[in-house]
């Protein structure tokens, strides 16, 4: 949203007496280092005991009232811009499954530790109208809330949507979040597919994505600027769709 992270304090939950503290030294040393990164302080946090691991930040940061840029307002005519490729939740699902190993998660492991802070960037320096993070509730869970928050609709191209490598034949072997599931049962309200459209492609843009990409909405003149942006700090620059005058989500292929 433009905003500058500033300090944080660290938030976690683990079964010490299960799993021990050296697991947990690491994960708060793998925080420290992308605070670092992000020009962020820690300064401090809280742990309890849980059976089950958890770990998160809460990040206080500033922003120029001016330029914030929200969910809200995508405008007819935009072009969309997708920062990162899809598949992390699927992939993820497969590891805990045994039927990829972390060599074979190489692609998602970076984007997933690669921060949004220079594609923010690029996305002020260029103008962008409205964007939005791709996470937990997928492109379009995301979509679908800049939809309803603009008044638009977005028309989307599978094929020039992203995704990472493994994805399709994890797809194929029956594998993918429940999440990811629920998600896509929740998207079919409000998207209207193409008919040719393969039920995979449709479960990947529901795909819960862990550290996804921005969507970000902006003028077409605005797009080779960004484009050169995103490209020039290792970002994608996939542009994936057009904003339209109407409702609901339309996936062409």
Not at 13 to 25: D, K, N, Q, S
Not at 57 to 72: C, E, F, K, Y
Not at 130 to 141: E, K, N, S
Request: proline share 4%; charged share 20%; with cysteine.
């Amino acid at each position: 949203m433009g905003g500058t992270p500033l300090t944080a304090l660290n938030i976690a939950a683990f079964p010490v007496e299960r799993l021990g503290t050296e697991i947990l030294a690491r994960i708060l040393e793998g925080g420290a280092a992308t605070a670092r990164e992000a020009g962020v302080a820690i300064l401090g946090g809280h742990t309890i005991e849980d059976d089950e691991p958890k770990y998160g930040m809460a990040v206080t940061g500033t922003v120029d009232p001016r330029r914030i840029v929200s969910n809200a307002g995508a405008r007819p005519g935009d072009a969309l811009v997708l920062t990162k490729p899809l598949g992390t939740g699927i992939l993820g699902s497969a590891l805990k499954k045994g039927r990829l190993d972390a060599g074979d998660l190489a692609e998602a492991i970076g984007w997933m530790t690669a921060l949004n802070a220079n594609a923010a960037s690029a996305m002020l320096a260029a103008g962008a109208h409205a964007a939005t993070d791709v996470t937990g509730y997928g492109l379009l869970g995301h979509g679908g809330e800049m939809m309803r928050a603009s008044g638009v609709r977005l028309r989307l191209y599978a094929s020039a949507i992203p995704v990472m490598a493994n994805v399709h034949e994890m797809l194929a072997a029956g594998i993918a979040p429940g999440g990811t599931r629920e998600n896509a049962r929740q998207h079919a309200a409000f998207t209207e597919f193409a008919a040719g459209l393969d039920d995979d492609t449709r479960v990947i843009l529901s795909d819960a994505q862990t550290s996804g990409g921005l969507l970000i909405a902006l003028s077409p003149e605005d797009v080779p600027a960004l484009r050169a942006a995103l490209l020039a700090c290792g970002s994608l620059a996939a542009e994936i769709g057009r904003v339209e005058s109407g409702t609901g989500i339309v996936v062409d292929e």
